[in-house]
C-alpha cells in the first residue's frame, strides 16, 4: 500500500497528494508518469509526476476531477493509502542541454503540474527557463510561486483577465515572440487544443517544442496498444515512447477522437457516483 501523505485542494478540481513511494521516488526522472490505484477493483489512472523527494521517499501527484475514478480518489485523505502505484513509467523528458540555453515552457491550467518538474530540471541544469501558465480563471492558475523560485519570467494568462493577462497562453506566446524574446526551445503541456494551437505559433518562428501527451492509457506497458498515437506518420505509444513527443510531427487532430471515444461510460459512471 501507498500511503498518502500530505493532501493539498488546490482548487475547486485540482487536487495535490504526496505519496509514499520509495521505489519510484528512487528512479523517477522529469517527465515520467505513475499509474495509480484506489483499490483492487479501481480503474488505473496514469498521471505525470509532478515532483518528487528522494530523501523523504514521496513522490507528488496533481490531479483533476474529471470523472468516476479521480471523484474516489479525491475522497481520500493524508493517513489512506493507493493500493497500487506503478512506476516510473515511460521515457524522461529528451532535454538536450548542450543546445538549449534559453527554454519556455507553456502551461494550460493542470498542465502546470507536469511541466514544473521540468523546467525544474533544466533550471538546475543551468538552463535559463521562463514559463507561461494559463487558466479559465485566477483560481485555475497553479503552481505559480513555485515556478518563481527558479524561473526569470513566470507569464500569467487567464481567459476572463481575473489575474495576469487576459487572452490564451498562445496570445502571450505570441507577443514574447513578436517582441524580439529568442528561446532554443519550448515545452507545452495541457489540454490538446492549446498544444496544437501552441505548436500552430511556434511553428511560424521555427521554435522547437515538446508536447507531453495523455491519451487513454490501460496497461502502462506497451502491451494494449490503447495509448497509440501518431507522430511524423508513424504509430507510437505514448505509455513506452513518450509521454513526450515533437510537437511538430504529432497528429493533434486523430489524438483528440480517440480522447473523445469514452465520453458516453465516463458520464454514465459520475451519474451513478453522484
Ligand atoms: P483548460 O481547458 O482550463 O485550459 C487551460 C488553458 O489552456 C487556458 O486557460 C488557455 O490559456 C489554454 N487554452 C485552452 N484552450 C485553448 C485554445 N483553444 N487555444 C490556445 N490555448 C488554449 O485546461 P484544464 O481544464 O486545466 O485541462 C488541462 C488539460 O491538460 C486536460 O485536458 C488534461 O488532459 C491535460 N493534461 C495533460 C497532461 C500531460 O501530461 N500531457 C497532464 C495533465 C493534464
Ligand atoms: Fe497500453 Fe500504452 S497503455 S500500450
Redesign the pocket.
Known amino acids: 500500500m501507498y500511503k498518502i501523505l500530505k493532501k493539498e485542494v488546490l482548487n475547486q478540481a485540482v487536487i495535490l497528494m504526496d505519496v509514499e513511494a520509495p521505489y519510484v521516488s528512487a528512479r523517477c526522472e522529469a517527465g515520467q508518469f505513475v499509474i495509480v490505484r484506489v483499490d483492487d477493483e479501481g480503474e488505473r489512472i496514469p498521471l ?1 509526476i509532478a515532483d518528487f523527494d528522494r530523501e523523504k521517499n514521496s513522490v507528488t501527484i496533481i490531479f ?1 476531477v474529471v470523472g468516476y475514478s479521480t471523484k474516489l480518489m479525491a475522497g481520500l485523505e493524508a493517513g489512506d493509502s493507493f493500493c497500487d502505484f506503478v512506476g516510473p513509467l515511460g521515457q524522461p523528458a529528451p532535454f538536450e542541454l548542450d543546445k538549449w540555453n534559453r527554454v519556455i515552457g507553456i502551461a ?4 502546470a ?2 511541466l514544473y518538474p521540468q523546467l525544474k530540471k533544466l533550471s538546475e541544469e543551468g538552463v535559463e527557463v521562463s514559463v507561461i501558465i ?3 480563471s485566477a483560481e ?1 492558475v497553479i503552481l505559480a510561486e513555485k515556478f518563481e523560485q527558479f524561473c526569470k519570467n513566470v507569464y500569467i ?3 476572463d483577465g481575473s489575474l495576469g493577462g487576459k487572452g ?3 496570445n502571450k506566446l505570441q507577443e514574447l515572440i513578436e517582441s524580439g524574446e529568442k528561446y532554443d526551445h519550448a515545452i507545452a ?6 498544444m496544437k ?1 501552441v505548436v500552430a505559433v511556434t511553428k511560424k518562428y521555427d521554435l522547437h517544442t515538446a508536447v ?3 491519451p487513454i492509457m490501460i496497461d502502462g506497458t506497451g502491451m494494449c496498444g490503447g495509448c497509440r498515437v501518431t507522430v511524423g506518420g508513424e504509430t507510437k505509444f505514448a505509455c513506452v515512447d513518450g ?1 513526450d513527443f515533437d510537437g511538430f510531427l504529432v497528429d493533434f487532430d486523430e489524438c483528440m477522437h480517440r480522447q473523445s471515444f469514452f465520453k458516453e461510460e465516463e458520464h454514465e459512471c459520475m451519474m451513478r457516483l453522484s
Not at 108 to 111: F, L, Y
Not at 189 to 194: A, E, R
Request: proline share 10%; net charge neutral.
Open positions: 505525470t483533476q494550460g491550467g493542470v498542465g503540474a507536469p494559463g487558466g479559465r485555475f494568462m487567464t481567459d490564451f497562453v498562445t503541456i495541457g489540454p490538446l487544443i492549446m494551437n507531453s501527451l495523455n509521454p
